[in-house]
């Protein structure tokens, strides 16, 4: 699954670009997302906990960050499983800092792969975690930067966002355009 966001960060690109540049702060604006040290390799351990309407999910994985100054951008590949190791995550995330008129652009782009019982709500639901994940941490960041507490939590899915994202799957289904076998039994 692949997918691009933008969101404005109301701070200057320098100070934000240099609390990027610190993984426990940055992960601190995260919503959901929690550092739990770093391996010898230099991977940072770490989970990102989600909630799906009433289902919460927990990953639990390694992350590599490289980051870039010359360009004011980074790279991040991980990987995890959730807690009963039914789904796996892999992932790789590249964004970088537009400056602005006193705020800066983070323009990211990511190609997500999930495994498992989650990978068909990852399919038409990602989009809706990363764009929670994305806002949360521009808030977050902006709030962090003007020496405020940033907001705890997690990224939370009402249970209309799951519907949707579930119908709107539904939707493109084959035999709901007519291109396939229909599940009615007049088409078996």
Known sequence: MKLEQSVVID????RVWALLCEPE???????GVRLDGRDDDGHHRGELTVSFGPTRVAFSGVAEIVMAPEDMSGTIVARG?????RSRASGTLRFRLVPGDGSVRLVSSADVAISGPLAGFAESGGRHVVEQLLAGMAANVSARLRDERPAP????LSLREVLAAWLARFSRWPWRRGGGDSPTPEGR
Do not use: E
């Not at 702060?25 to 919503?31: Q, T």
């Open 81 to 85: 499983a959730d807690r009963q190791g």
């Open 11 to 14: 701070a200057d690109a320098a």
């Open 25 to 31: 702060s940055a992960a601190g604006c995260v919503p």
């Open 153 to 156: 939590g997690t990224v939370r």
